[in-house]
């Protein structure tokens, strides 16, 4: 599958030829996140600090953006990462993976020390082996380190043989290919991912459909730029190909809301995840009446599609939607239940509150709350909460505070993603 690259430079999106030369310049990073993460996993790669241009602060030009598209989608960072303290602030802050480049390494070290052992085992213990990347990134053949700018002394094969140790996966990039929209070298790679077992994902001169899929078989995900900038391959087209096709005529798709609640199981092939990408509405294809089948065409129950995964065969997908209405045909909220309404989650309860106050109706308590009024409720039922003499009195007043803290937050234009991301920050910390 292709991981889109989003790659930051004195605080815009760019696109380098080999690393040194600016091709072309963006400064919507923002809207690109959210249009990538539809298709699969973003790379965010800080390209000041990877070169060293950082301030006494240790920040770059480019640390505000990255931090705030941390929580955007499937995020993977890399750039100038050499110290565990930084590898675990960008995981506290949302951050999937870490891309490990020239700290890994010990340049010009000989044939028994190619690695900074002591720093990966400390990053292994500290943010654990699954969410490690490591880049071995090579010109003619040895691994490149310093933004590119110097080579190692270490073969490629043999440096990522080593480094497989110490990380889930690695990442390779063909330097003297990169930006260059020549192909990457295949005889390179495949002999990498003869050597390797872990996760490989190739970048660096892929530029065409024809080859993404090739690697795709050859068991390797591409990371991809320049063809992607340059609307050389479309995100829709490689991720309908890389799917497992010689496996399945039809491939299963799982519709799960944002929360994560499961809300039905059905079949697509390549015409209808096509008119799902178009439509941004989840399609399926009808087996039963043998034609393309938009859920929702008749009810209006759409599913919204977030974002689409496929699983490790290649041969499931995940879908990610906000149903407009009832899944099943039956009335049923999911195709699962016999529930006419979703779950009640804290979202839910948020949304409840949003509509009150867009739509007041008639007698709606929650439109009469105003910032002070409902500032003076929280303190009222924080302090009876505390007052509860047993369980049914606890939940009860638990229930009051959380939708008094959510009119609140509503008020304040704060979601309960953004808390919860908050806590989930503190706990990686």
């Known amino acids: 599958m292709v991981i889109s690259s989003i790659d930051m430079k004195d605080g815009k999106v760019v696109q380098l030829r080999n690393g040194k030369d600016l091709v072309l310049e963006r400064d919507n990073p923002l809207e690109l996140i959210n249009e990538f993460n539809t298709y699969g996993e973003v790379a965010i790669i800080d390209l000041d600090a990877a070169l060293g241009n950082i301030s006494a602060k240790g920040t770059t030009a480019n640390t505000q953006t990255i931090k705030s598209l941390l929580h955007q989608g499937n995020v993977r960072v890399g750039g100038g990462i050499r110290d565990v303290k930084k590898a675990k602030e960008l995981v506290s802050l949302g951050a999937e993976k870490i891309i490990i480049g020239s700290a890994a390494f010990n340049p010009n070290s000989g044939n028994d020390n190619f690695l900074n052992t002591t720093f990966l085992e400390e990053l292994v213990a500290a ?36 480094a497989e140790k110490y990380a889930s996966e690695l990442l390779f ?36 459909l024809q080859e993404i899929v090739e690697l795709e078989k050859l068991g390797c995900d591409v990371q991809l730029g320049m ?26 798709v799982i519709a799960q809301s944002v929360a994560g609640e499961v809300l039905m199981l059905g079949y697509a092939n390549k015409e209808a995840f096509a008119k799902t990408f178009d439509c941004e509405k989840l399609t399926f294809w009808s087996r039963t009446r043998n034609k393309l089948w938009t859920k929702g065409e008749h009810s209006g129950n759409f599913l919204k599609v977030v974002k689409l995964r496929a699983d490790c065969d290649r041969d499931t997908v995940l879908a990610t939607v906000i149903p407009q209405g009832p899944v099943c045909h039956t009335g049923s909220w999911t195709c699962f239940s016999s529930e006419s309404d979703a779950a009640s989650t804290l979202e839910r309860l948020y949304d409840i509150i949003a509509e009150r106050f867009a739509n007041p109706k008639p007698g709606s308590y929650t439109a009469t709350l105003d910032a002070k009024r409902v500032r003076e409720k929280i303190e009222e039922e924080a302090e009876e909460l505390t007052e509860a003499e047993d369980h049914d009195e606890t939940v009860w007043e638990c229930a ?16 309960w993603k953004q808390v919860l991301d908050e806590l989930d920050r503190r706990h990686k910390k």
């Open 400 to 415: 009051d505070l959380l939708y008094f803290v959510s009119v609140l937050m509503f008020q304040e234009k704060v979601s």
């Open 127 to 162: 943010i654990g082996k699954q969410r490690i990347i490591i880049s071995v990134d090579a010109i003619n053949g040895n691994i490149a380190i310093k933004g590119w700018t110097e080579t190692a002394g270490i073969p490629l094969i043999e440096g990522a043989m080593a």
């Open 173 to 208: 990039t063909c330097v003297e290919r990169e930006g260059c929209m020549t192909g990457t070298d295949m005889s390179l790679v495949k002999k990498l991912r003869a050597a390797v077992s872990c996760r490989l994902v190739v970048a660096g001169g892929v530029s065409s």
């Open 227 to 252: 063809a992607l900038y340059t609307g050389t391959v479309s995100l829709k087209d490689a991720f309908i190909e890389c799917l497992n096709w010689e496996k399945v005529d039809m491939v299963p």
